[in-house]
């Protein structure tokens, strides 16, 4: 069984993919509720459109991630001065292991802003849906804000401070244009 300490190498060079993708996934999915809600969409679009930019969006990323990676890989072999160094660049950073972690985090958090729009299709909610999918959005920023934070080793506040408030724009940003838009075609 493996300790902390080692399962902890073992994952770390992954947990900059795991915030990557959180971030983004969190930040897009709430940005096309926030967009929809602004635009007035039933809920049920929303659940549509949403869980679209989940699974579409989040493979996008993760075939990203895996290219990038590559690309990276195949680079520092070009220039390896010897074949010690080759050898430490292909047990390095797996590329297909960053995509990998990079969509499952996509999915994991970027669910979030959605899952009150499902608890409400499944049992109506009789209040205001979008301020429970904008409470769960905010807890899936802490998560990874939070998470953000230990990689990097800041305090926890910062990350997860930055990470809302970048959040809050996303989603201001994707409000306004939605009610815009709306207004206009109307």
């Given at each position: ?21 959180g ?14 809600v ?9 659940i ?103 990689v ?35």
């Amino acid at each position: 069984m493996a300790t902390t300490s080692t399962l902890y190498q073992k994952t770390e060079k992954y947990l900059g993919e795991f915030v990557y993708g959180g971030i983004d996934g969190c930040v897009t999915t709430f940005a096309v509720v926030a967009g929809s809600v602004g635009a007035n969409l039933d809920s049920s679009i929303i659940i549509i459109l949403g869980f679209a930019n989940l699974l579409a969006d989040g493979f996008a990323m993760s075939i990203g991630a895996y290219l990038s990676a590559k690309t990276e890989k195949e680079n520092n072999l070009k220039y390896a001065d010897n074949k010690n160094d080759a050898i430490k660049i292909e047990e390095s950073v797996n590329p297909l292991s960053k995509g990998f972690v990079t969509y499952i985090s996509f999915l994991f958090i970027g669910i979030f802003p959605l899952l009150a729009y499902v608890v409400d299709y499944i049992n109506p909610i009789t209040t205001n849906v979008f301020l429970y999918s904008s409470i769960c959005t905010g807890i899936g920023f802490i998560i990874v804000g939070s998470l953000k934070s230990y990689v990097n080793h800041k305090a926890i506040w910062k990350g997860v401070a930055e990470t809302l408030l970048l959040g809050l724009l996303a989603a201001l940003v994707s409000y306004y244009v939605g009610d815009f838009i709306e207004g206009m075609i109307k």
